[in-house]
């Protein structure tokens, strides 16, 4: 049973616009939770993290939002840019300093 | 740049022939990770290292094994690969000191395709 769940594959999102990607987790045991990007052909790269003491975090455009009674993570992204059309994983970080990662939803910003 | 770099890029083997790929990093962090990304499936953990000679296995680890003999090294081989082992590889470490905040970089990815 996937224990994090990204059940949008794919988003597309006008230029200038919001963009809202949304995983699901069950495990309430989680206490680290982060935010990769990846383009093709190349290694992910963290994003954005939160802490589970946190509901919220901002770095510039992106700002994550956690909601622990729900286990649901969410990053938002704005003002979206075509530059920001990659695949995007979230990744929740279990014992032993491990991640455990969703299967990614594909963001396309349109210009 | 967490100063990764994987070798090789790319590979095209044959089924039932051994495969190791490198991982190496710079910067001297303790813990290594290795894993490999499917459609559908994210990216799965198939072993970690959290020190020189000291391994653990992860979610996917069946066919595969490790070996830390240094700390800047951590390979991954396919003892006798399978065309269900063609996959993208990463290799990853964890930077921060050990605390809650630690977060994994990622290497460039070795594309590897079993025939």
């Known amino acids: 049973d996937q224990q994090v769940k990204q059940n949008s594959p794919s988003l597309s999102v006008q230029e200038g616009r919001i963009s809202i990607l949304n995983c699901d987790y069950t495990?309430?045991?989680?206490?680290?939770f982060l935010w990769y990007k990846k383009y093709p052909a190349e290694g992910p790269t963290f994003l954005i993290s939160?802490?589970?003491?946190?509901d919220k975090n901002e770095d510039g455009r992106f700002t994550v939002f956690l909601n622990k009674s729900a286990k649901h993570l969410s990053l938002h992204i704005v003002p979206s840019q075509p530059g920001d059309s990659a695949v995007y994983f979230c990744?929740?970080?279990?014992?032993?300093?491990?991640?455990?990662f969703g299967a990614g939803t594909i963001l396309r910003v349109k210009s | 740049d967490a100063g990764i770099t994987q070798s090789p890029r790319h590979k095209v083997t044959e089924t039932g022939t051994p495969v190791t790929l490198r991982c190496h990093q710079t910067?001297?962090?303790?813990?290594m990770y290795w894993y490999r990304q499917d459609p559908g499936h994210g990216l799965r953990l198939i072993h970690y290292?959290?020190?020189?000679?000291?391994?653990d296995k992860g979610e996917v680890s069946d066919g595969y094994s490790v070996s830390r003999s240094k700390t800047e090294d951590f390979l991954l081989t396919l003892e006798s690969a399978t065309s269900s082992q063609t996959s993208v590889y990463f290799c990853?470490?964890?930077?921060?000191?050990?605390?809650?905040?630690?977060?994994?970089?990622f290497g460039p990815g070795t594309r590897l395709l079993v025939l």
């Open positions: 939160i802490s589970s003491i946190k």
């Open positions: 290292s959290y020190g020189v000679k000291d391994t």
């Open positions: 910067e001297n962090h303790r813990y």
């Open positions: 495990n309430s045991m989680f206490d680290y």
């Open positions: 990744a929740l970080k279990e014992y032993g300093n491990k991640l455990v």
């Open positions: 990853a470490i964890s930077v921060g000191g050990g605390g809650l905040q630690e977060t994994q970089y």
